[in-house]
């Protein structure tokens, strides 16, 4: 064992109000890869912005960080941003923001070199020219010519990586970077990072909220939680080892069934609720499997007039095309795919948020390609379709308490019942959802994400649907509130018999809850079939790639091409344009 | 449940809250307050008739009888600052009612109906946008004759571009969040939609608005009494008191025109002061 | 230059004169919506005479339709024929050239001092610490409540009748005369905008250093200065302009007062004393000259910012 590059011992962060972080531990030695991992306000993103020097101004830290055997306390300002700027380099969640949107490509890569090492402008740009090279970025004399907002996501996640190993760094703190990205974009960079740090003897300090991806590109994962890394685990044996509570349930949320078809949850959740425990043999409904099809989709097809990427003008994006899927009474389908799928347009299209160009949506013998007109109409579809949003902040009006959410949605359909007939409706909602009446007299604000959602789902229950639609319902939330919903909505299931119509890119998901499975691509749909069938054996390449994609145990993400869509534009909104797609996409991930 | 209700019920309650831990934002009530008074009782705690000739000398500095002194032709300052309050107050208060009422109706139904509707109304903003609105109060007057009345409903006009473009973006802002289409699916009433949900949510970014425009209502109205197309004599505003004590600044005896000056000018502070109160408690709201 | 930006300049200077048209129809309109009889308000408020009666039947057609009236006027005004003051009895474009000149004269000095003092303490307030900041702060908050005419007066006060260092009223004879006689109005005009700049210069450069680009600058270790040229101020430029060309556009118009308050001959004094006598003709061409530099200037701000902005046209396709 070589001089450990990076030590945190016992780091704490405040501001004057409070302590974020109390003590973050760790160590990385010369060429480790250290992970990071912990929930939103574990203090995971503070302890490696302490390291970058990255803290705004009103922070304290104690303790010690040691860089490449300096103690940054005991260190001359000057000294230290010389040893930040060559020796370390930093990686962030969202290249886009990160990226001076009035500079080239080109100008970001070389200006460090130029204004930091002295390097001539020629020769910073071959050496950039170099450098997307390594990160394979083809075609890369055009590519330093273009700005930011010409780059996806994925593309630009690169750039950033070339731009630190412009400078030769020995260490690389990546903070969530592909967080933000789509799960097969995701595979090719963390590829690319493996690839770099067996070339450059590169160490590393991956901060991430996904204990499976850690476990599987890391060397070490140090678990975070509530500002204290709880325990550090070796990441082949980490399974076995684990011996915190805490650490057991986000590996149950994480790995419980990254690639085995198990449902159960090995450990307990945090607010264990032992009348919900899934049973393992739900998947079927034999029964829901004979009866007709309370929704049925076919040839469905949806178009955008977008502002044309080349130059003036309009073009048409097919945001959706030939779509074509049944949902059985009580039953539960997925529709899994990445960003530009289409599959949040197919869902605001059977919601009646959006108007089909062609195609059918048969719901209980009913057509509703179109939206409903008049409030008698509209009020017949709220009672048969409902639907949960991603973000739950967001889908809740945030100046009414949860009462007044519920009073409301209640009174659309039963306008003159009696105020006690309300209260008692709420109280059952608010026992559907498993949401503790004492927070009914609460504004949004006031609640956790977990507790949101169950509004929200609650909400969307007032209605007695016979279908609820779940737009990515769960991606916004921790991993361990997201098991804690999807319990919960199966419960949900077998007590109302809702059939439910799940949105998601997160395949875990799919497995977790649906009896069948829809994957779509680029607007179509790739394949179809009863979960257990497709995923253990899947049929499209496509498909395929999903699967490989996903972390687990003993994954070795690898670089490949499947002619992924980078020419194509792809939206999932009316409003969102070529440009836009990844900065809305990236509003998904978490800090 | 109202608009009004909603409004009443919400917004005094946060302004008090800041209030509690803001000195500055106190004293810039209690000033509003008190100038808001004076527009309502100025003409009787005025010691003498503003319009009186001759109560002391002509040109009299601040003495007991008269605090404030008196002017060219022996006039009571005080007498006639209180006075001319009246209009100086109250008239900013009728622009900016106005042009946030038609600002802010235009604005909501461009962001609701969207197509047509919106770009004709975009181009009716941009056209009003494209006259300086002390230019249209001049012609105004020019139509109208002098009087306070023509700048109020130019100005009225002239302001409509500003309210109805930050009042449209916050709109279509609100109406793109998924809490509207999750009322949708529900099955709620377009116009409970708008008007339990959406406007309401506005109404703090319209409290913001309503204070600033009063600041600048109040000056471009004092600046075209200034220019001697408002209030005509013998009444007077400050503004015109402001033109007509320029002849005293040579002679010698500023307070005519000092006087009105920073009565005007402690009445925008203070306006301001509130504004930015109101403001911040907008954006806190948008959080 | 690329097609979409050609697109962007050409969509904007279509729009620019659709409005520039339909602001005109608003001010020829104002004379059709004048209450009382349009002869009268044409003979300047003076007793008219049949002859004059006739005079004005025939120089407005009185007798024509109304949008062929719009028509005549317009292509008047494009053929120079600006029409006859009837307060003064002359050509209005006599009356309006010369005074044109001293208006131009004293806006560029104001534009002057306001880019100067407010986007230099902008630049102040945004770096050079809390206390800088709070102090920037509260003076800016004091000017933007000191309207024109007051700081007019306690110039006049100050420096004109208490220390005599400048004069009180006129233009000045030209060169040196004319700046030293255009000083006084050119601050009190000042005052206002600077602080309002400076407001706007702050918070676009704090924008900009707290943005996640700046904070990558930082890691990477690129000197402060390089940062705030070519990160902070190179990204707040577009916005400063653009809210600039907006200010400067509206001192046309804003300098009326100033001119009032010195007894300078400029057209915003021309356009006071014209409405004031009800003299239309003359109040109608100054105001389309105003409502022109006004749409003109602030197109011109806007295209400049765009073409320092490449995102801003992304922006716009994004939408």
Request: with cysteine; charged share 20%; hydrophobic share 50%.
């Amino acid at each position: 064992m070589t001089a450990p590059v990076l030590e945190l011992d016992g780091l704490s962060i405040a501001t004057p109000d409070r302590t974020l972080v109390h003590d973050c531990t760790l160590t990385i030695s010369a060429g480790e890869a250290v992970g990071l991992v912990g929930e939103s306000g574990s203090g995971k993103t503070l302890s490696v912005r302490a390291v970058a020097g990255l803290l705004p101004g009103h922070f304290t830290t104690g303790g010690t960080i040691r860089v490449l055997g300096q103690d940054i306390s005991a260190t001359p300002p000057a000294v230290l941003r010389d040893l930040r700027a060559r020796r370390v380099g930093m990686i962030f969640q969202t290249p886009r923001a990160h990226l001076n949107p009035l500079r080239t490509i080109g100008d970001f890569l070389t200006e460090a070199q130029v204004a930091v090492d002295g390097v001539s402008p020629e020769a910073a740009t071959r050496r950039a020219q170099e450098l997307l090279d390594e990160v394979g970025i083809t075609d890369a004399a055009r590519r330093l010519k273009q700005f930011p907002a010409e780059l996806s996501g994925g593309l630009l996640q690169r750039v950033m990586i070339a731009a630190t190993l412009a400078m030769d760094p020995e260490i690389l703190l990546a903070d969530e970077i592909t967080t933000a990205l789509d799960v097969t974009t995701q595979e090719e960079v963390m590829a690319l990072i493996g690839d770099l740090r067996r070339e450059r003897q590169l160490s590393l300090l991956f901060i991430t909220h996904d204990l499976a991806l850690a476990g599987a590109v890391c060397d070490r994962v140090a678990v975070m939680q509530q500002g204290r890394t709880v325990e550090t685990l070796n990441a082949a044996t980490m399974r076995r080892d684990a011996r915190e509570e805490y650490t057991r349930v986000l590996m149950s949320a994480a790995l419980g069934d990254g690639t085995t078809a198990s449902l159960q949850p090995a450990g307990d959740s945090p607010e264990p609720e032992p009348e919900l425990e899934p049973e393992p043999e739900l998947k079927l409904h034999a029964a829901a499997e004979l009866a007709a099809p309370i929704l049925s989709v076919a040839g469905l097809r949806k178009t955008f007039q977008v502002r044309s990427a080349s130059g003036g003008g309009r073009e048409t994006f097919v945001a959706v095309e030939d779509v074509a899927f049944e949902l059985a009474p009580g039953g539960c389908l997925g529709i899994v795919g990445e960003s530009g799928s289409g599959k949040s347009t197919t869902a605001r299209i059977i919601c009646g948020l959006e108007r089909a160009d062609a195609g059918s949506v048969m719901v209980g013998g009913d057509d509703w390609s179109r939206p409903a007109r008049g409030g008698a109409a509209r009020r017949v579809r709220a009672k048969t379709v409902q639907m949960v949003f991603q973000d739950p902040y967001q889908s809740l009006d945030r100046r009414q308490t949860v009462r007044q959410c519920l009073t409301e949605a209640i009174r659309v359909h039963q306008k003159r019942a009696p105020q006690a007939v309300v209260d008692a409706r709420i109280g059952e909602l608010a026992g559907q959802a498993r949401l503790d009446t004492a927070l009914l007299d609460v504004r949004p604000r006031a609640l956790s994400g977990g507790q949101r959602q169950r509004v929200a789902i609650a909400r969307a229950l007032a209605a007695e649907p016979e279908i609820l639609v779940l737009d990515e319902a769960v991606s916004a939330l921790d991993v361990t509130t997201q098991v804690e919903i999807l319990t919960l909505l199966d419960a949900i299931r077998r007590e109302t018999g809702v059939a439910l119509l799940m949105i998601t890119h997160d395949l875990t998901v799919i497995r977790r809850l649906c009896d069948g499975v829809v994957v779509m691509r680029s607007g179509r749909v790739e394949e179809a079939g009863p979960t257990s069938e497709l995923l253990d054996a899947p049929r499209a390449e496509y498909t395929r790639l999903l699967l490989d994609s996903i972390p687990r145990e003993g994954w070795i993400p690898r670089r490949r091409r499947l002619g992924r869509t980078s020419a194509i534009p792809t939206m999932t909104g009316p409003i969102a344009a070529t440009a836009s797609t990844d900065a809305r996409f990236e509003s998904k991930g978490r800090s | 449940m109202s608009v009004a209700q909603l409004a009443g019920g919400r917004s005094p309650q946060a302004i008090t809250r800041v209030a509690r831990k803001d000195w500055l934002f106190r004293s810039a009530l209690v000033v509003f307050g008190l100038v808001a008074l004076a527009a309502l009782a100025g003409p009787w705690i005025a010691p003498y008739d503003p319009a009186e000739l001759y109560t002391g000398d002509v040109n009299g500095i601040g003495s007991l009888a008269h605090p404030f002194g008196t002017d060219d032709v022996g006039r009571d300052i005080l007498s006639r600052v209180l006075a001319g309050a009246r209009t100086s107050v109250i008239a900013p208060i009728a622009v900016v009612v106005l042009s946030t009422v038609l600002g802010s109706a235009l604005a909501i139904a461009a962001a609701w109906f969207g197509g047509v509707l919106r770009g004709a109304i975009a181009r009716i903003v941009d056209v009003i946008f494209a006259i300086p609105g002390l230019v249209l109060a001049v012609l105004a007057v020019a139509m109208f004759g002098k009087g306070v009345l023509a700048p109020v409903i130019a100005l009225s006009i002239a302001y409509v571009p500003v309210v109805a473009r930050l009042t449209q973006t916050a709109a279509s802002r609100e109406l793109g969040k998924p809490y509207i289409a999750a009322l949708r699916v529900q099955g709620v009433s377009g116009p409970a939609i708008c008007f339990r949900h959406l406007v309401p949510a506005l109404i703090p970014v319209i409290a913001a608005q309503v204070a600033v425009g009063f600041g600048y209502a109040m000056l471009d109205l004092a600046a075209i009494s200034f220019l001697g197309l408002g209030e005509q004599p013998p009444a007077a505003d400050w503004g015109s008191m402001i033109a007509g004590g320029q002849a005293g600044i040579l002679a010698g005896a500023p307070e005519q025109a000092l006087y009105p000056a920073l009565f005007v000018v402690v009445t925008v502070l203070s306006v301001s002061v509130i504004g930015a109160r109101i403001t911040t408690w907008a954006e806190e709201k948008e959080r | 230059m690329n097609s979409l930006l050609i697109r962007t300049l050409v969509g904007r200077l279509g729009g620019l004169l659709l409005t520039l048209f339909l602001a005109s129809v608003v001010i020829y309109a104002a004379l059709l919506l004048t209450p009382g009889d349009p002869i009268a308000a044409l003979a300047g408020g003076a007793k008219p005479t049949p002859e004059l009666i006739v005079q004005i039947r025939a120089e407005y057609h009185l007798d024509d339709p109304i949008w062929s009236r719009y028509l005549q006027w317009l292509g008047g005004v494009f053929s120079g024929d600006f029409g006859r003051s009837f307060v003064y009895k002359t050509d209005v474009l006599n009356l309006v050239a010369p005074r044109f000149g001293v208006t131009l004269q004293l806006v560029l000095l104001t534009v002057a001092i306001i880019l100067i003092a407010g986007v230099g303490s902008g630049i102040l307030a945004a770096t050079r610490g809390p206390r800088v900041d709070r102090a920037v702060g509260l003076l800016t908050a004091l000017g933007m409540a000191l309207p024109t005419f007051v700081v007019a007066i306690l110039l006049i006060w100050i420096f004109a009748k208490t220390l005599g260092w400048f004069p009180v009223y006129g233009e000045g004879s030209g060169g040196w005369d004319r700046l030293w006689h255009l000083t006084l109005p050119a601050c009190s005009l000042a005052v206002l905008f600077i602080a309002y700049i400076s407001r706007v210069t702050r918070s676009s450069l704090v924008a900009q250093l707290h943005s996640e680009h700046v904070e990558t600058a930082r890691v990477r270790g690129i000197p402060r200065g390089r940062i705030f040229r070519v990160h902070v101020f190179r990204n707040a430029a577009p916005q400063i302009l653009a809210i600039s060309g907006t200010t400067v556009a509206g001192l046309f118009a804003a300098a009326a007062i100033a001119e009032q308050a010195f007894g300078l001959g400029g057209i915003g004094s021309l356009l006071t004393e014209a409405a004031a006598r009800k003299d239309l003709p003359v109040v109608q061409l100054v105001s389309l000259l105003l409502v022109t530099i006004f749409v003109v200037l602030n197109a011109v701000a806007d295209i400049v910012s765009a073409l320092i902005d490449p995102d801003s046209i992304n922006a716009g396709r994004a939408a």
